[in-house]
């Protein structure tokens, strides 16, 4: 299974906001991060993966099918998405919320399996301690980590997580990430994160695609993009690379002096 897309074009109006971009064969089990600088247009590629959004051109292909020419249902199934903010404005336990996600994608009958599924992945997130609280009394760093067990609880083959940790504290933030990765190895999904730290992005994916002006600019391996000046130049910083004592890498940013 790989997902690719070829030549993607997205507009708003006369607003050209992806203009022929590709990404190469994502395979499964791979974990990438999304990069690029404010209003670059990494939600406006997810929601066009996820079928929320009309392309003008181009093509996205998921183990040999056009996804652009699949049915909204079955878009859904096999692509999730966790929007950049998550709305809970309805009167249910989170327990429910993530049981809901779940059936809706198979019939309503719940079977004990279902609430096996549910238990397991609140516990995965350590948020089962949550399970009868009302969605809309949760924090910000709560009702995102409900919302990721809303997507992770239906097994899709891809996972697109739009800033997925903006709402987490450092602690939440890591194992956040670890769980994703090792979600990803262990199911075999395809993940794409849309994240703002390309340290985080560096540490947890195997691949980083950098997005700017609506094509991508930069890829690979996170020691080969880091190291390229253009990484810098995309965020309009002067970027040096390090490395800790435990050999992992890190970007230094500066802003450019006067
Ligand atoms: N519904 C819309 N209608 C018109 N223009 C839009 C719409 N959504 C996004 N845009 C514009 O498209 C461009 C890309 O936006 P997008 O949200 O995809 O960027 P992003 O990379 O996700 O940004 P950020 O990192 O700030 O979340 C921006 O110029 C934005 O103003």
């Known amino acids: 299974m790989s997902l690719s897309i070829t030549n993607l074009e997205v507009n708003y109006g006369k607003h050209e906001v992806l203009k022929k971009l590709s990404i190469n064969e994502l395979k499964k089990g791979s974990f990438t991060a999304l990069l690029g600088p404010n209003a670059a247009g990494k939600s406006t590629l997810f929601k066009s993966i996820a079928g929320i959004i009309k392309v003008t051109g181009g093509d996205i292909t998921l183990s040999d099918d056009n996804l652009l020419k699949s049915s ?5 199934r096999r692509v999730a998405f966790l929007p950049q903010s998550f709305h809970a404005n309805v009167a249910l336990s989170v327990f429910e919320s993530v049981l809901l996600s779940l059936k809706q994608q198979s019939a309503w009958r719940v079977k004990s399996e279902d609430l096996d599924r549910v238990s397991n992945i609140l516990s995965l997130l350590h948020i089962e301690h949550l399970a009868d609280k009302d969605i809309s009394s949760l924090s910000g760093g709560q009702k995102q980590l409900t919302a990721m067990a809303r997507i992770l609880v239906v097994e899709p083959e891809v996972v697109l997580l739009d800033e997925p940790t903006s709402a987490l504290d450092l602690h939440h933030q890591l194992s956040l990430l670890e769980l994703v990765k090792m979600h990803t190895i ?7 994160a849309a994240l703002h730290d390309v340290n985080l992005a560096a540490k947890f994916c195997d691949n980083l695609e950098v997005l700017n002006k609506g094509v991508i600019q930069l890829s690979g391996e996170p020691s080969h993009v ?24 890190y970007v230094d940013a500066q802003l450019y002096s006067n």
């Open 186 to 192: 262990e199911k075999g999904i395809i993940t794409i």
């Open 226 to 249: 880091l190291a390229q000046p253009k990484l810098g130049d995309t965020y309009r910083v002067m970027t040096s690379l390090e490395s800790t004592k435990a050999g992992q890498l």
């Open 72 to 76: 909204r249902k079955e878009r859904a």
